[in-house]
C-alpha cells in the first residue's frame, strides 16, 4: 500500500516560520508531481504549492514569496518551508502526489495525507 505521512505543524507566532514534511512509502514505482494544499477553518481546500518530479514549482498567489516547495526525490519526499506565517496561514496541510504504484505502472492515481495542522496565532 502506498500512503503518505505529513509532519512539521504545530503551533507558531505570526512572523514565524515551519518547516513541513511529506513522505511517501509503499509499493511506489516513481512518483510524478507532489504538492500541499491547506484548509483553513470555514474555507475550501485550496493549492498552495506544487512541484513536479525534474523541480519545477508552482505556487498559489498567497504565497507572495514567503514559502518554498523542494523535493527529495531519494527520500520520496517533500517539503515545505513556510515563513513569515501570518494568522491567515492557519489550516491543515495536506500533502499530495501522484504516484505509480508497483501494482500497476500503466497508470497512475493521486494518494493524499491525513494532513497536518498549522496554527499560527499570538
Known amino acids: 500500500q502506498v500512503q503518505l505521512v505529513e509532519s512539521g505543524g504545530g503551533l507558531v507566532q505570526p512572523g514565524g516560520s515551519l518547516r513541513l514534511s511529506c513522505a511517501a512509502s509503499?509499493?511506489?514505482?516513481?512518483?510524478?508531481?507532489m504538492g500541499w494544499y491547506r484548509q483553513g477553518p470555514g474555507k475550501q481546500r485550496e493549492m498552495v504549492a506544487a512541484?513536479?518530479?525534474?523541480?519545477?514549482?508552482n505556487y498559489a498567489d498567497f504565497v507572495k514569496g514567503r514559502f518554498t516547495i523542494s523535493r527529495d526525490n531519494a527520500k520520496n519526499t517533500v517539503f515545505l518551508q513556510l515563513n513569515s506565517l501570518k494568522p491567515e496561514d492557519t489550516a491543515v496541510y495536506y500533502c499530495?502526489?501522484?504516484?505509480?504504484?508497483?501494482?500497476?505502472?500503466?497508470?497512475?492515481?493521486?494518494?493524499w495525507g491525513k494532513g497536518t495542522l498549522v496554527t499560527v496565532s499570538s
Open positions: 499530495n502526489a501522484d504516484i505509480y504504484s508497483e501494482y500497476d505502472v500503466t497508470k497512475s492515481m493521486d494518494y
Open positions: 509503499g509499493s511506489i514505482l516513481s512518483i510524478n508531481g
Open positions: 512541484i513536479t518530479s525534474g523541480g519545477n514549482a
